[in-house]
């Protein structure tokens, strides 16, 4: 069969990523966990909003967009859902937003500084999302569409 391999290169400060297709529909490895047509993986290293997006990015994946895995979640985590832009909330990969899951009395832009998006989870397992000052160092999580392979910096 004919591999086709797509080079995407993303100048990213002064290196280089490249980026790469998998030969099959599958995940890039073992530590991301399939679901649909995507790839999650949690990260327990508590970054800001901003920091936990440029990460998901440099492995050519992004902060995740639909969340139809809560089962993987268990901590409080980012999301790619933000009101950065005057538009109004927006997904960080460009999803439409389809659905929301606010909780009580959110999003309520606490004194006008919560732009970013987490996802909370309770003890008996619901979640529903909050708006937090972007600059709170949360868990994070990052989403790719199955068979890409996760970049390298050159
Ligand atoms: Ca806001
Ligand atoms: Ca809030």
Known sequence: SLLIFVIVIVLSFS??????D????????????????FCYKPFTDQKTW????????????DLVSLLSLKE?????????????????????DGSFVSHTNWGYGEPNN?????????????NNGSSWWNDLNCDAHQDWICMIPKGKNLCVLL
């Open 15 to 20: 290196s280089a990523l490249y980026c790469n």
């Open 50 to 61: 901003h920091a936990a997006r440029t990460s998901c990015r440099k492995l050519g994946a």
């Open 110 to 122: 606490h004194e006008g500084r919560e732009d970013c998006v987490e996802m909370v989870t309770t």
């Open 72 to 92: 993987q979640i268990t901590s409080d985590m980012w999301i790619g859902l933000n009101d950065l832009e005057i538009q109004g909330y927006q997904w960080s």
């Open 22 to 37: 998998l030969p099959e529909m599958r995940c890039p490895d073992p530590d991301w966990y399939e679901f649909g047509d």
